[in-house]
């Protein structure tokens, strides 16, 4: 999937952006970046979640707060039918150079900063602002700016925010290893449900096997190995919820060894297949 710049006027009349989606729509952009800071914020649902190096799936909806640059994939890539997110997109001078730098603003400078590494919240907060950020379609433009800096100061002073890059990466949009991290997260979407070798992988990027290891691991702060895992667990954490075996699921998404899939299953979730199936059964 190649990454793709999009460019983001704020509306007229207004120094930000907002959106409101209430399908899922076919998207101009898919895996991209642009220089805005931006909040996502889905009332409810499941789905795939992809920032920077981040690969997991967003449950009972989703609120992040995303920094400039940081390459993500649309929130609803791969679904249809009803589907609800509202987008707030600004520059972090949006109310002028010396916004930030105001002392009243001193925590919200600093949830700027965090978010370069991208953020997600959790269930507490996307409870406290979300009827905040629904208002913001039918608001005037200075009910508007004054909804967002409520939103921004709690999301400043948030206990339930998490890095998405869960060791403080910072996401290296150098042109040409871009590039090289693109063409590896293709091969494994393509590839995921096939023995990958990690010997085929570092020469799709032309790097020997140890180099390719060392890139990876700087990129990633996972081995290969590891992250390929994770994101066949992911693949299966969406087909759980369909009426395939737990078997043919380990299977489909790349693992001959079921005990080893449970394993890995757990490792990267805290809960086995047949538990996290069963949870699924309670949440109906």
Not at 27 to 33: I, M, N
Not at 37 to 58: D, K, L, S, W
Not at 197 to 206: C, H
């Amino acid at each position: 999937m190649k990454l793709q710049f999009e460019r983001i006027e704020p509306e007229a009349g207004s120094s930000f952006r907002v959106i409101h989606h209430t399908e899922a729509e076919a998207c101009r952009v898919y895996w991209h970046y642009h220089p805005e800071y931006e909040i996502v914020y889905i009332p409810a649902g499941n789905g795939q979640r992809r920032v920077g190096t981040n690969v997991a799936r967003y449950e009972g909806g989703e609120l992040v707060f995303i920094g400039p640059n940081l390459p993500h994939l649309n929130f609803s890539y791969g679904k249809e039918g009803q589907y609800e997110e509202i987008v707030v997109q600004m520059r972090d001078d949006f109310l002028g150079q010396t916004f930030l730098q105001t002392p009243e603003l001193a925590t919200v400078r600093r949830l700027f900063e965090r978010a370069h590494l991208g953020l997600t919240f959790g269930p507490h907060t996307k409870q406290h602002v979300g009827p905040w950020l629904a208002q913001l379609p039918g608001q005037s433009p200075f009910e508007r700016m004054l909804t967002l800096l409520r939103v921004l100061q709690t999301l400043a002073t948030a206990q339930d925010a998490q890095l998405l890059h869960a060791e403080g990466i910072r996401f290296d949009l150098n042109p040409t290893e871009q590039e090289r991290f693109n063409r590896v997260c293709q091969y494994v979407e393509q590839h995921y449900a096939q023995p990958v070798d990690v010997r085929s992988v570092a020469d799709l990027v032309s790097l020997t096997v140890p180099a390719f290891c060392r890139y990876f691991k700087r990129m990633t702060h996972l081995t290969f190995t590891d992250f390929v895992n994770e994101y066949r667990v992911n693949q299966a954490r969406r087909l759980l919820h369909s009426a395939r075996t737990i078997a043919d699921v380990s299977q489909h998404v790349g693992f001959n060894n079921l005990s080893h899939f449970n394993k890995t299953f757990r490792a990267v979730t805290g809960q086995t297949p047949s538990t996290y199936r069963k949870a699924l059964v309670g949440q109906a």
